[in-house]
């Protein structure tokens, strides 16, 4: 989609600080991070919500998944922890409407979140 700003992140039309990319996933870190490491895990394809996946979509669901324990991996995050979040709609604070998980570390993390 050409008005989506994550699909032209992914398609190389708007630059960003990328930190894993493969045929299906792009990641790049966060322009207004709320944690020492925040890092957005995209699909290539446009999906814009959650409620858009379906079964078709359960391999690209888990290779979001996948890709930001990886990435979590390489960054070091696997010692203290961190934190996978996907927003779904406005009213859980979902602002950009292309399928994003936020992979945030680097700090303490309270339970419930805002
Ligand atoms: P959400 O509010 O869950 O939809 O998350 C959207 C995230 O995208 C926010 O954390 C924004 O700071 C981030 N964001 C928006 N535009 C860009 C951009 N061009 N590059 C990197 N991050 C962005």
């Not at 398609?11 to 990641?27: F, H, K, Q, R, T």
């Not at 999906?47 to 998944?65: C, E, I």
């Not at 602002?95 to 993390?109: D, I, M, Q, W």
């Amino acid at each position: 989609m050409t008005d989506c700003i994550f699909c032209r992140i992914a398609a190389g039309e708007l630059p960003a600080n990328i930190a894993y990319e493969d045929e299906d996933v792009i990641a790049f870190h966060d322009l207004e991070p709320q944690a020492p490491t925040h890092v957005l895990v995209i699909p290539r394809q446009h999906l814009s919500t959650l409620l858009d996946a379906d079964t078709g979509h359960t391999l690209l669901l888990g290779k979001l998944q996948l890709a930001a324990i990886e990435i979590a991996r390489q960054l070091s995050l696997d010692k203290e922890g961190f934190r996978v979040v996907t927003n779904c709609l406005a009213g859980a604070g979902q602002s950009v409407f292309h399928v994003h998980v936020h992979l945030l570390g680097g700090r303490a993390f309270s339970w419930p979140p805002g």
